[in-house]
């Protein structure tokens, strides 16, 4: 499956020596490979230092698969999949409904595969996952009877590969039921967010439950996910979500479950907030969930400004010893600097912030120290005091 090389300099090779997986296109001395292929990666004096995918288009030249000269060839990434499953089935999670590839993190950049029930939902981001697409395909069909491939991430640009979906095998059904721990779940594979739902906030759902209780807000619903886990725990909950398709999905869910106590509201939360707290509603419960406010780096202050707008307007609308579960998944906010932004929310509301818990996506979304970008979910429970 190997064919081709590239030469880094000395920034690059340092780079993987400290344990990050990428190069980038500035640290590329010399490059003899075609587009999507697995190279030997050289140092200038021309010591292989392992094996990666090359992208012609990104600015992330070279994305590692394999320290030093070992051979990449189909039963590798057979073991690197049995890895992926045997770290699963360690942390004891859910194999029907759960993240198996989580790319960087389990050491095979660029793909992500989601398990849904017997269904796989596959993300293929580089040129170097595009070109073993068929091999990937034959290995997984031996265990599953359908495979959607959805490659329709506008990431895929980046590297100049077209956007669309596949189906491999049996067809995907519109509509997929699915359980999240006791409560069952309406999502679209084809059309959801992400690949259908946000696995990486299942592990703070239940996290979520455990403190959770009296009246509560779930701020940015989508399909309910915080919502519906609290529910039994909290006396009321009101769903919002800017879209009015959320809402929908809220609300069959509740009515799914039979729960009766959950209202889906269709409004801008920054607008419910400031509303509620004019009308001098008072909360038990606050959970913000918003979608990422830093797509990059240039946005990070304006995006600091709308976190600390939610999370100051929350702080406020809490009874003293409220709980405020409040998440970025901005991977250039860091969680240094969310810790930060919610420190200045709590000085403008005048409360204190204890923190319960700190964290981050779900377990199934491992995060690999010397590869930040694999830390993107920041989820931090509070208890508000005044
Ligand atoms: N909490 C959900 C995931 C939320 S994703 C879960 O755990 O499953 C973010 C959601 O925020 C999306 O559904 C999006 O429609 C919604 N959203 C984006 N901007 C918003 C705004 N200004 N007010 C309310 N909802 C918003």
Redesign the pocket.
């Known amino acids: 499956m190997e064919n081709g090389s590239v030469v880094i300099r000395k920034r690059g090779a340092d780079r993987i020596q400290r344990g990050h997986l990428w190069v980038y296109r500035t640290d590329i001395a010399n490059v003899d490979a075609a587009p999507g292929s697995i190279v030997s990666v050289r140092n200038e004096r021309g010591v292989v230092l392992g094996k990666a995918f090359y992208s012609s288009k990104s600015q992330i030249a070279l994305r590692f698969l394999a320290r030093g000269n070992v051979p990449i060839d189909e039963s590798f990434f057979r073991l690197r999949f049995e890895l992926a499953d045997g770290l699963r089935e360690r942390l004891g999670v859910d194999p029907f409904l759960s993240r198996r590839i989580y790319s960087e993190g389990d050491f095979l950049p660029g793909l992500i595969i989601d398990r849904y029930q017997d269904r796989l939902v596959v993300q293929s981001l580089i040129q170097g996952t595009d070109k073993i697409q068929p091999f990937m395909t034959e290995l997984l069909r031996q265990r599953y009877p359908s495979i959607l491939f959805r490659n329709d991430s506008r990431v895929r640009e980046l590297e100049g590969l077209e956007l669309k979906q596949e189906v491999v095998g049996e067809p995907i059904p519109e509509t997929l039921i699915v359980d999240e721990d006791g409560k069952k779940i309406a999502l679209s594979l084809t059309a959801g967010?992400k690949t259908g739902?946000?696995l990486d906030?299942r592990d703070n759902?239940q996290a979520a439950r455990r403190y959770a209780h009296g009246h509560a807000l779930?701020?940015?619903?989508?399909?309910?996910?915080?919502a519906l886990q609290i529910s039994e725990v909290c006396d009321r909950v009101e769903a919002?979500?800017?879209?009015a398709g959320?809402v929908e999905m809220v609300r069959a869910n509740a009515k799914r479950n039979g729960l009766t106590n959950i209202e889906a509201i269709e409004?801008?939360?920054?607008d419910?907030l400031r509303d509620q707290h004019r009308q001098g509603a008072r909360y038990d419960t606050i959970?913000l969930?918003?979608?990422a406010f830093a797509k990059n780096k240039e946005s990070l202050e304006g995006a600091l400004r709308g976190y600390k707008e939610i999370n100051n307007r929350a702080m406020r609308l809490l009874r003293s010893g409220g709980i405020l579960i409040t998440c970025s998944c901005s991977h250039h906010v860091t969680e240094g600097l969310f810790a930060e932004m919610l420190a200045d929310a709590a000085k403008d509301a005048g409360c204190w912030a204890r923190v319960l818990e700190r964290r981050f996506q779900s377990r199934d979304h491992p995060i690999l120290l010397t590869v930040p970008e694999t830390l993107y979910l920041k989820c931090f429970i509070l208890e508000i005091r005044y």
């Not at 701020?219 to 996910?225: K, L, Q, R």
């Not at 409004?267 to 920054?270: G, L, P, Q, S, V």
Request: charged share 10%; aromatic share 22%; net charge negative.
């Open positions: 967010q739902s946000y906030q759902h779930d701020a940015f619903t989508y399909a309910g996910g915080f919002v979500d800017i879209s959320a409004a801008n939360a920054f419910y959970i969930d918003p979608p």
